[in-house]
């Protein structure tokens, strides 16, 4: 996700934005409560995620589940991993829980991204030069 330069009215600094979203990114394997992430910037929970969503436009909670559905997209485009070993890399604690979140943001259940992403890796032979 983009990060503006400057801060929006009333959010938080860009500075503070582009640590939380580090160490988020750093730690997308494990549990991101809220006053872990308001800890990072020396903040309350409260006023933290108030000023977050106007920075980020999404509350605290949905911007780490869209990190994490990010990254578990770079991982199902490699099929050495499994679907269960993807959702513990990538911070979930069931597969069905990841599946479902997967689903509501990108409206493809993960297997069906990695089929999709791998008919768009092939070459396509249909005899055409």
């Given at each position: 996700?983009?990060?503006?330069?400057d801060?929006?009215?009333?959010?938080?600094?860009?500075w503070?934005?582009?640590?939380?979203?580090?160490?988020?990114?750093?730690?997308?394997?494990?549990?991101?409560?809220?006053?872990?992430?308001?800890?990072?910037?020396?903040?309350?929970?409260?006023?933290?995620?108030?000023?977050?969503?106007?920075?980020?436009?999404?509350?605290?909670?949905?911007?780490?589940?869209?990190?994490?559905?990010?990254?578990?997209?770079?991982?199902?485009?490699?099929?050495?991993?499994?679907?269960?070993?993807?959702?513990?890399?990538?911070?979930?604690?069931?597969?069905?829980?990841?599946?479902?979140?997967?689903?509501?943001?990108?409206?493809?259940?993960?297997?069906?991204?990695?089929?999709?992403?791998?008919?768009?890796?092939?070459?396509?032979?249909?005899?055409?030069?």
């Open positions: 996700m983009a990060i503006a330069a801060s929006v009215v009333g959010g938080l600094p860009a503070r934005v582009r640590r939380v979203a580090e160490h988020i990114d750093r730690n997308l394997d494990k549990p991101l409560p809220l006053t872990e992430l308001a800890a990072v910037v020396y903040m309350s929970r409260f006023h933290f995620a108030r000023l977050f969503r106007r920075s980020t436009g999404h509350p605290p909670h949905r911007f780490v589940i869209r990190q994490r559905i990010a990254r578990a997209r770079e991982f199902l485009a490699r099929p050495e991993l499994t679907i269960a070993e993807i959702s513990r890399r990538v911070g979930f604690r069931t597969p069905n829980h990841f599946t479902t979140m997967f689903r509501r943001v990108s409206g493809v259940t993960p297997r069906g991204y990695r089929i999709q992403h791998a008919r768009a890796a092939q070459p396509r032979d249909d005899g055409a030069q």
